[in-house]
T-cell receptor, first 109, second 117 residues
Framework: SQKIEQNSEALNIQEGKTATLTCNYT??????LQWYRQDPGRGPVFLLLIRENEKEKRKERLKVTFDTTLKQSLFHITASQPADSATYLC????????FGKGTMLLVSP | GAVVSQHPSWVICKSGTSVKIECRSLDFQATTMFWYRQFPKQSLMLMAT?????????EQGVEKDKFLINHASLTLSTLTVTSAHPEDSSFYICSARSTGSYESPLHFGNGTRLTVT
């Protein structure tokens, strides 16, 4: 069955460093992947979309890559700040979106 | 733009009662809305796709008679949890796309925390 997986362990980094989160997919080839941010007790907020024919996408301090050979997308936050602390979700699909469990990022001052 | 409003943000009810959750698209029309459920530290699990003017499409394992969905207008979908039990306690979130493209991002409400005592 189609699976989308994220490292469910929390990622702890220091302010100013680059955070890298991983999203792996198995048993299918998504046409695109979407990344969302979710704060506790809130709904997710869309951040970036990357298509299968795009190697990289950037938006301000955010960068997403898509490697169809490794079946993986990486999500980077450069110059991380405590305000970036949240859970980041990776999702894909067509009419409906399926999400991974998300990775909690904790940026300490 | 593209705001989805969900109400109530939290609700506590007694076992056996029913609870209605509303999801509104405030500045766009949504022929389709999606209802998700999220347990602590778990992924968003799609429960059903709500279609304006027609029956909802439920995911496998979701009881349609327990989770009643009504999408009576292009801006409002409701989820009613009937005869709620403690195991229905969860975080329910609705979402919608502001365009018909599958690539269009989902706009989520802020969720409803349901606690059944």
């Amino acid at each position: 069955s189609q699976k989308i997986e994220q490292n469910s362990e929390a990622l702890n980094i220091q302010e100013g460093k680059t955070a890298t989160l991983t999203c792996n997919y198995t048993n299918y080839s998504p046409a695109y992947l979407q990344w969302y941010r979710q704060d506790p007790g809130r709904g997710p907020v869309f951040l970036l979309l990357i298509r299968e024919n795009e190697k990289e996408k950037r938006k301000e301090r955010l960068k997403v890559t898509f490697d169809t050979t490794l079946k993986q997308s990486l999500f980077h936050i450069t110059a991380s700040q405590p305000a970036d602390s949240a859970t980041y979700l990776c999702g894909s699909g067509y009419s409906t979106l399926t999400f991974g469990k998300g990775t909690m990022l904790l940026v300490s001052p | 733009g593209a705001v989805v409003s969900q109400h109530p943000s939290w609700v506590i009810c007694k076992s056996g009662t029913s609870v209605k959750i509303e999801c509104r698209s405030l500045d766009f029309q949504a022929t389709t809305m999606f209802w998700y459920r999220q347990f602590p530290k778990q992924s968003l699990m799609l429960m059903a796709t709500s279609n304006e003017g027609s029956k909802a499409t439920y995911e496998q394992g979701v009881e349609k008679d327990k989770f009643l969905i009504n999408h009576a207008s292009l801006t409002l979908s409701t989820l009613t949890v009937t005869s709620a039990h403690p195991e229905d306690s969860s975080f329910y979130i609705c979402s919608a796309r502001s365009t018909g493209s599958y690539e269009s991002p989902l706009h989520f409400g802020n969720g409803t925390r349901l606690t059944v005592t």
